[in-house]
């Protein structure tokens, strides 16, 4: 399949909704434990079974972005959403069948692992489009996308809830709140296939594409660079900072103020959990878009050394006032948003468009690692503080310091960051701006 | 560091066609997020009111 290239005057802000459409719909995957309870009790299922299928989709997800990065900048962005399409409406659609004939390994099968393909493949999808389309505004386009990851949850899980309500929680309700979740998806998503497009190569005065220009490294050669492993480092620090305090967020608050005047009700818990996922939605837009104005070094000098700061203040006064916990949480949310968003435009900063999505998607199993290493340090330590006698906020104490530590280390790995040397940069002769395919308009040189 | 003049981006001289395409989009995509912006707000304001 050939890139779709945008007709003669096309408008670029197409693009961003056509991002969204795919962003907004496997960030359904965030919302799995909606359906964890009705699975448990439908099919005899343990809590650590029910978990499986988001499990293994995370993994399908670090894996299918980090390997299929290169076929989504070999076959183009449509493509790429086809197959995140039939992926993820299909593992919904397979764990509808499981479901009625309680066959619960075809569940795992279905959403885990093929509905997980299509987590990674349209994570990255529109990545190098839209850097593309906007190379004035690469942090703001890119944060529009990757905020919708963060939005798919927001919609899914009352939406989910309440097909669940309707349908019933037994296996046939759960096997047609499944149906409609993949047949809605599916459509809601070809939008994107449908309208999502490159933009047109520049014509050389012999009539043919004009190859990129600047600094363009191919996925391979940005393996061998310091600089994509020193930002791998920042982006597993960063992460692990913030999905520590995500994880754990209603414990932990309940916990903080258990010995206070004024605790925390399971309620007002849940409302801090939300409030998190706000701030985590509108880092992603807002830190990412700043990025564009200040660089991205700045900004990620902002999320790693303030975010040390911020956990610095939870953890010496954070027990003393609520605000002021609520605060520095809420921040450190919009830092870990932040993050994710911003890292595709410093991948491009560094090593140009040419496969910046393929480098995006190995990059990503930096976010697989900050997965299971945030949660596992905040867990384990509290259950062996809890263990030894301790209480309240002292649960917590040894896990912000080595939060802490790790985002010092962030910030060391981003200020070693320097531009790429010479000898990965890809000869111009092999950087081909994409070819235009045969479904689009001819493009006419003077137009749009 | 990079830049990518190679392709035609910044803002193509958008025929007034195009604008109602625009909006429908959007529209299609922020409906569904509006409800959940909306339903997170709801969840939010227990934490002061719960």
């Known amino acids: ?448 | 560091m990079s830049s990518d003049s190679s392709q035609s981006p910044p803002e193509p001289a958008q025929g007034p066609g195009r604008r109602p395409l625009v909006a429908f989009t959007w529209l299609w995509v922020g409906a569904p997020l509006a409800y959940g912006l909306y339903e997170l707000v709801r969840k939010a304001t227990q934490l002061f009111t719960g």
């Open chain 1, 1 to 448: 399949m050939s890139p779709p290239v945008a007709p003669p005057g096309w408008s670029r802000w197409l693009v961003p909704p056509a991002a969204l459409s795919v962003h907004l719909s496997i960030g359904q995957a965030y919302a799995w434990s909606v359906f964890k309870p009705p699975l448990e009790s439908a099919l005899g299922l343990s809590g650590t079974q029910s978990a499986l299928p988001f499990q293994l989709g995370i993994v399908m997800l670090g894996l299918s972005a980090a390997f299929g990065g290169t076929l989504v900048e070999r076959h183009g962005p449509r493509w790429a959403m086809t197959v995140a399409l039939v992926c993820f409406s299909s593992g919904f659609l397979l764990s509808a069948l499981g479901a009625a004939v309680e066959q619960y390994w075809l569940i795992v099968l279905g959403y885990g692992f093929v509905g997980g393909i299509g987590l990674g493949i349209g994570y990255i999808s529109p990545v190098s489009t839209l850097i593309k389309w906007f190379p004035d505004r690469p942090g703001m386009a890119t944060g529009i996308a990757i905020m919708g990851f963060g939005g798919g949850a927001l919609i899914a899980s009352p939406w989910s809830a309440q097909m669940l309500k309707s349908f019933g929680s037994d296996n046939s309700g759960i096997a047609l709140a499944f149906l409609v979740h993949g047949l809605t998806y599916a459509v809601f998503m070809l939008l994107g296939v449908l309208l999502v497009r490159v933009p047109r190569p520049r014509q050389r005065a012999d009539g043919r594409s004009a190859p990129l220009e600047g600094v363009q490294v191919s996925a391979r050669s940005a393996l061998r660079t310091p600089q994509f492993w020193l930002l791998w480092i920042v982006l597993c620090m960063n992460v692990t900072a913030g999905i520590g305090i995500l994880e754990k967020a209603a414990p932990m608050i309940t916990d903080f103020f258990a010995d206070t005047s004024t605790p925390v009700s399971a309620t007002a818990a849940a409302g801090f959990v939300a409030l998190l996922s706000a701030a985590n939605m509108a880092g992603r837009i807002g830190w990412s878009s700043t990025s564009d104005l200040i660089g991205r070094k700045n900004i990620y000098r902002v999320y790693l050394g303030v975010g040390a700061l911020m956990y610095t203040l939870i953890a010496l006064f954070g027990d003393s006032s609520k605000p002021l916990f609520v605060l520095c949480a809420l921040v450190v949310l919009s830092f870990y948003g932040g993050g994710f968003a911003t890292a595709p435009a410093y991948l491009k900063d560094l090593f140009g468009t040419y496969q910046v999505g393929a480098i995006h998607g190995r990059l990503l199993t930096a976010w697989s690692l900050a997965g299971v290493l945030g949660p596992l340090i905040v867990n384990w330590i509290a259950d062996h503080q809890e263990e030894a006698g301790r209480h309240g906020s002292a649960l917590y104490d040894t896990s912000f310091h080595i939060m802490i530590g790790l985002l010092v280390v962030g910030f060391a790995a981003n200020e070693l960051v320097r531009p790429v040397h010479a000898r990965h940069h890809e000869p111009a002769t092999t950087v081909p701006a994409p070819k235009e395919g045969n479904d689009v308009i001819r493009q006419q040189p003077e137009s749009a």
